[in-house]
C-alpha cells in the first residue's frame, strides 16, 4: 500500500484506497462462494485453526493416512446455487470489466 504514487500526497496517511479495499472484498468473498481455488479463504489452514482454537468441531479437517478431507461450511453452495448467482450477477448493471470478469469465473 505504500507504493502507491499518491500516498504521500495524503492529508490523512491512514485513509485507505476504497476502491481496492471494495474490490479485495468483492474478490474474497465471490472466491469463497463459488470455491475458486487460490481465492478462496476457507482452506486446509482456516481448519486447522478452527481445531486449534476447538471451535466448530463439525468443521475441522479429517484424514484417512492417505487424504485430508475438509468438512464443506454453512455456506457452500451447490452447483445449482453458483448457477443462479452468476446469472444474478451477471443481471446487474456492473461496470464492463467487472461483468467480463464475472463471465470468466462464472463460465
Known amino acids: 500500500m505504500f507504493d502507491l504514487s499518491y500516498w504521500s500526497d495524503l492529508d490523512i496517511r491512514h485513509c485507505t484506497d476504497v476502491m481496492h479495499v471494495e ?3 468483492c474478490d474474497s468473498v465471490i472466491g469463497t462462494l463459488l470455491n475458486i481455488q487460490g481465492k478462496m479463504k476457507d482452506g486446509l ?3 486447522q485453526d478452527q481445531a486449534e482454537m476447538c471451535i466448530r468441531s463439525q468443521l475441522h479437517s479429517r484424514s484417512d493416512g492417505k487424504k485430508i478431507y475438509l468438512s464443506p461450511a454453512c ?14 450477477l451477471l443481471g446487474s448493471k456492473s461496470h464492463k470489466d467487472a461483468i467480463q470478469i464475472l463471465r470468466a469465473l462464472c463460465s
Open 23 to 25: 474490490k479485495n472484498v
Open 75 to 88: 455456506h457452500t453452495l451447490s452447483r445449482k446455487e453458483k448457477i443462479i448467482f452468476c446469472q444474478c
Open 45 to 47: 489452514n482456516t481448519h
